[in-house]
């Protein structure tokens, strides 16, 4: 297990967006930009093809020219995390492809199969760590996997963290709890909001689409939290809240449009969030976003 991968995780993993022409094709020149401007942050951990870059609306090919794109793009100034997943067969052969193109490590969407059984969730994470030859990242987005196959999961050796995305705390702590002393490296999946409660239960960094409009912002929440400044911590996160409840609008589905029309309205357009993701605010929203955005005044972070 590389402690590189393990001490990044522990950082910010920003999930970068991927970039559509007006012919819906990818625009890839503009994506491996966004990733380099990602990188040249700070941003300890780029993950290519999560749910910010529109994993589920792209097709296999387009996920892995994502990763490759991304391990180019990063020049080595940041983690590249491939996601993969779908099919067993498949997240092993993306993993496969991933590493060859140069990534650090891979993660793993949780399981979206109806009739998927808890136990079982958790031995898909664990078939595909045992396949691959670079550390893996499982992503958690439900409470259905008890504590006792979570333990598994995140003890196994070539797992090197658990990207933790569900708001039930109880259960993370019931986890920090039953793996206290192993190898388990616990993570928040729920991005800045929730960074600070997972951190005081010991899930150490957080995920992050932010990053694509303001990696300054996210940094000096990571720092705040790295210094167990708590009131610092709330304070920052207080002036992206609007930014954050937006994008839970529609049952998360204005997720991933919140954050590319935030780019958009900062000069860096990059097309429309692709179907079944909502497409595009409606005017109401836009102003809303547009004054949150504004109100960032030049972007630069209050910790500055």
Excluded at 7 to 29: C, F, M, N, P, Y
Excluded at 73 to 83: P, W
Excluded at 181 to 202: D, K, Q, T, V
Aim: charged letters at 20%; one cysteine or more; aromatic letters at 6%.
């Amino acid at each position: 297990m590389s402690d590189r991968v393990r001490a990044a995780l522990r950082g910010i993993s920003g999930v970068h967006v991927t970039a559509w022409k007006d012919d819906g094709e990818a625009d890839w020149a503009l994506t491996g930009a966004i990733v380099a401007r990602i990188a040249a942050a700070g941003i300890h951990n780029i993950v290519s093809a999560g749910n910010t870059g529109e994993f589920y609306p792209m097709t296999t090919e387009e996920v892995v020219r994502s990763h490759a794109v991304a391990a180019e793009a990063a020049a080595g100034k940041a983690l590249v995390t491939a996601g993969i997943g779908r099919s067993l067969r498949e997240a092993v052969a993306t993993g496969r492809l991933a590493a060859t193109a140069g990534c650090d490590a891979v993660m793993v969407h949780h399981p979206l199969d109806p009739f998927a059984a808890p136990q079982s969730q958790a031995d898909y994470i664990l078939a595909i760590a045992e396949a691959l030859t670079i550390p893996l990242v499982a992503y958690i987005r439900s409470d259905a996997i008890g504590v006792k196959d979570l333990a598994r999961v995140a003890t196994h050796p070539n797992v090197a963290g658990v990207k933790f995305a569900s708001p039930n705390m109880m259960l993370l702590a019931e986890c920090v709890r039953a793996t206290q002393g192993s190898s388990a490296n616990w993570i928040c999946g729920l991005a800045e909001g929730w960074a600070a409660p997972f951190h005081a239960l010991g899930a150490r960094g957080f995920t992050s689409g932010l990053v694509n409009v303001a990696p300054e912002r996210s940094l000096a929440i990571w720092r705040a939290l790295e210094a167990s400044d708590y009131d610092r911590a709330r304070h920052l996160v207080d002036e992206i809240a609007g930014f954050e409840a937006l994008r839970t609008k529609y049952g998360n589905g204005a997720n991933v449009t919140v954050v590319k029309e935030a780019l958009g309205l900062t000069g860096t357009h990059v097309g429309p969030v692709r179907l079944p993701g909502l497409p595009e605010l409606n005017e109401s929203e836009r102003a809303e976003l547009r004054r949150i955005v504004s109100g960032w005044g030049s972007r630069r972070a209050a910790a500055e």
